[in-house]
């Protein structure tokens, strides 16, 4: 009983830094993951990853100028992340390009001057830390800033729900449909864009850019397999982003591993799992269950 | 040309839509009469839906104008099937609901009485017993009532159908003929894009008849004759990659 207590419950028990990780990645889980579910409803699976490059320039630039402040930089990522998400929705709607061929473009360069900005200044230890991050080194302020991001953007993602889903289910009904301001459809993709934003770079103190989009994207494309119901969708990629994060945290306690990479392996197994497991998955299309008579 | 009687619910005048300079409609003029069926026939590539889509603002006109008396808010509109994604998870139910839109908006509560019409509306088109089904899990033939029983759900004076019976069976197009009719008798006006003369002479007593330009518009039988049809098929061939700036509005003024 006590080997299961030490195992569990004593490392987050010990240590603040341990208690303060949980809560960071929890309040990730609970915000991020949904989006990814939205992203891939979307055929935008990749965007996270391409948003969490752009945001790379104005963290350089915030550590160039303030140093290794979290709000600086916070803001710096944000400030990049939805100057690129909006320049591509600007271009999208003004050229004949789709919008993630345009995205595709700008964050490619935003990619290429935030590594300029980097190597100019930075040391390689400096780069290695925005990259992946650390979730074992989140103090107070950092805290404070994942789980204010996390509030808002799951408060801002009821609001938008119904205007999203009818964006992203038919467009076209929407656009023909629209009557005011509100309605408008690029109006529903910006604002989820920034939310996708404002979680990556949220997720960036804990994991690291490149890993944010890893608890955003992985369990909610092994949730899609589960449920046939979007709501359920929803809950299952958030308790799955949950469960990544609290196993994630301990084994790289007791393996002594990298965090956010061990966060990312965990969540990845249980894709694994859902790959087999899962309704939608490998496993039942090979038993074939018995088919109903109507 | 297109001289009705009765008011029109949707004038064009001298309507022009082009994609990358090509005209897709050319000086198009006519009106939609009050309270009618009007289908819009045409060869492929003639303009057909572009014309449902410039009424509906979604593509804009380089020339000419189109007045409408309906607010949009009563006009609906059902786009051909392939624009919409069909394995999003969305339940049949929900589907319907989403005609409510223009009236309750984003954050509007869905009423009793809205519900109450949903499930109407769905047992109007056939389709009880499959509230709870995802619009994935659903044939065509059946996706395609659900979107009636949402343009129902609309409660639209103006009905804008882009081809409403494509791919569906024989016993799908008579109900959901059935249902236009409905609509006719109630007096709503209804166009549609169709490609089948059998059926448009049965059903619709007004015809425009479009190969980019117009070619014919007015009551049914007049539109569909021979000459007429023999002449859009000619028109719609003529694609010239080179061909020379139109200059009729200019000789016109």
Redesign the interface.
């Known amino acids: 009983m006590s080997d299961l207590y030490d195992l569990l419950v004593g490392p987050f028990a010990e240590f603040a830094f341990m208690r303060r990780a949980l809560v960071a990645t929890l309040a990730l889980a609970m915000s991020a993951a949904p989006l990814g579910v939205f992203l891939t409803l979307r055929r935008m699976s990749l965007l996270g990853d391409a948003l969490s490059h752009a945001v790379l320039p104005g963290v350089a630039l915030a550590f160039m100028l303030f140093g290794l402040s979290l709000p600086a930089m916070a803001l710096g990522g944000v400030a990049a992340g939805l100057v690129v998400a909006a320049l591509a929705g600007v271009i999208s709607r003004a050229t004949a390009l789709k919008e993630d061929a345009s995205l595709a473009a700008l964050y490619l360069v935003a990619l290429a001057l935030g590594v300029t900005l980097i190597s100019r200044q930075g040391s390689q230890i400096d780069l290695l830390h925005i990259l992946f991050g650390s979730a074992l080194g989140v103090d107070e302020p950092g805290l404070l800033l994942v789980a204010g991001v996390a509030s808002v953007s799951v408060v801002a993602l009821a609001a938008l729900y119904r205007g999203l889903v009818l964006e992203t289910f038919d467009p076209l009904f929407l656009a023909a449909a629209h009557t005011g301001r509100a309605s408008r459809p690029w109006v529903w993709q910006q604002s989820f864009l920034m939310l996708v934003v404002i979680n990556l770079v949220a997720g960036f103190q804990t994991l690291g850019t490149l890993m944010a989009v890893g608890l955003m994207m992985i369990p909610a494309v092994s949730a899609r397999l589960w449920h046939e119901s979007l709501a359920a969708q929803l809950l299952n990629a958030s308790a799955q982003a949950a469960a990544a994060g609290m196993s994630g945290l301990l084994l790289s306690y007791h393996l002594d591993t990298p965090s956010g990479p061990t966060i990312i392996g965990c969540a990845g197994a249980l894709y694994a799992l859902s790959l087999l497991l899962s309704p939608g998955g490998w496993l039942p299309r090979i038993l074939k269950r018995p088919h109903r008579v109507a | 040309m297109g001289g009705c009687r009765g008011s029109a619910v949707v004038t064009l005048e001298n309507l022009t839509v082009s994609y990358r300079q090509h005209p897709a409609l050319h000086h198009i003029g006519g009106k939609f009469v009050k309270g009618a069926l009007t289908a819009v026939i045409g060869p492929n590539g003639s303009g057909k839906s572009t014309l449902l889509k410039s009424i509906?603002g979604?593509v804009q006109p380089a020339g000419g104008c189109i007045r409408t008396d309906t607010p949009?808010?009563r006009?609906a509109?059902l786009?051909q099937q392939s624009?919409?994604?069909r394995s999003?998870?969305?339940?049949v139910r929900d589907?319907v609901l989403?005609g409510n839109?223009?009236t309750v908006?984003?954050?509007g509560g869905i009423s009793a009485a809205m519900l109450a019409r949903a499930d109407a509306a769905i047992h109007t088109v056939g389709l009880v017993g499959f509230e709870r089904r995802?619009v994935g899990?659903l044939s065509s033939g059946q996706f395609q009532r659900v979107l009636f029983a949402r343009l129902l759900m609309q409660d639209a004076n103006l009905m804008l159908l882009d081809e409403p019976f494509n791919a569906m069976d024989s016993r799908t197009t008579a109900a959901l003929l059935a249902l236009i009719h409905q609509w006719h008798t109630q007096g709503r006006t209804v166009i549609a894009v169709l490609h089948d003369d059998a059926q448009v002479l049965a059903h619709f007593d007004q015809t425009v008849l479009l190969a980019r330009e117009l070619v014919a518009w007015g009551p049914t039988a007049q539109v569909l004759t021979e000459a007429n049809l023999q002449r859009a098929r000619v028109l719609a061939e003529a694609w010239d990659d080179t061909a020379e700036i139109c200059h009729a509005d200019e000789a016109a003024a």
Not at chain 2, 88 to 91: G, T
């Open positions: 509906m979604l949009r808010s006009i509109y786009p624009e919409i994604d999003f998870p969305m339940q589907c989403l839109w223009t908006g984003a954050w995802t899990s």
